[in-house]
């Protein structure tokens, strides 16, 4: 089954049609990195896929439901079971990390919210992290509670935008790996945007790369390895 289909989807912002007839179907159980230049549109698709943003034209399907045809919203965003990790994690200043990880199950009304939290925080590693607040935790603790904050509402899917984009290499390299056990153990489908082409060919099972509003590949990082269009030698230095 398909996790997610975009059927022909265009969008434009004025008279820039930043998405251009894209057609794109994951996979249940996949890993999805896009990769591609600034202001490619990746980060529209998720914000489309979120429903934060409606397409102008075509059909986007999420676990076997249509959730907006054309420009009209069928699922709120809030009803899709997606969570979304942004680049600035927005986590709340003043709220503890047991809190902040907490937020959405108390809005849900979840009783057991404290065992949920504490769970996913043992999970994570960041456990002893709880009473503190968002500003006496390194960058990888942060960049972790933000994480946690998304999966402890359970989602079927997690969009990620650039999530490491400012850690340092080495933190880079542990939440890569928290990421990746996480999505063995939970068996969540991820869709990753990344400008780095070395994080996406050692994260995802599959690669989407975008060019000027149009998808210029898809497959996985095998395939694009072995067939690179002369943009893909360019942008990932083949
Ligand atoms: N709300 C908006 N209003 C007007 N233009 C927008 C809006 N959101 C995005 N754009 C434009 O759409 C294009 C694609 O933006 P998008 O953020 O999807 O690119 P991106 O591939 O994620 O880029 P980056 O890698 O720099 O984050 C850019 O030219 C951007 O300026």
Redesign the pocket.
């Known amino acids: 089954m398909m996790e997610v289909e975009l059927q022909n989807i265009t969008k434009s912002?004025?008279n820039?049609t930043?998405l251009k007839d894209i057609h794109l179907a994951l996979p249940n159980g996949s890993f999805t990195c896009l990769l591609?230049?600034?202001?490619?549109?990746?980060?529209?698709?998720l914000k489309l896929l979120a429903g934060f943003e409606l397409p102008d034209k075509g059909d986007i399907w999420i676990s076997g439901e249509k959730v907006s045809s054309n420009n009209k919203l069928l699922k709120a965003p809030h009803e899709r079971g997606i969570g979304y990790i942004f680049q600035d994690l927005s986590l709340w200043p003043h709220l503890s990390v047991m809190e902040n990880i907490a937020f959405g199950l108390k809005i849900r009304k979840v009783a057991a919210y404290k065992d949920k939290v504490m769970e996913m925080a043992q999970r994570l590693n960041i456990g002893e992290t709880l009473s503190k607040y968002p500003h006496q935790l390194s960058g990888g603790q942060q960049q972790l509670v933000a994480i946690a904050r998304s999966l402890v509402l359970e989602p079927n899917l997690l969009l990620m935008d650039?999530p490491l984009a400012n850690l340092d290499v080495k933190l880079k390299k542990v939440v890569r790996e928290k990421i990746l056990e996480l999505k063995k153990l939970l068996s969540i489908n991820i869709i990753y945007?990344s400008?780095d082409h070395r994080e996406a060919f050692t994260m995802a099972d599959q690669i989407v790369v975008?060019n000027e509003a149009q998808v210029e590949a898809v497959g996985t990082p095998q395939q694009i390895r072995e067939s690179p269009s002369e943009f893909i030698k360019y942008f990932i230095e083949l």
């Open positions: 912002y004025g820039k930043v591609g230049s600034s202001g490619s549109g990746k980060t529209t698709i650039e945007v400008h975008l």
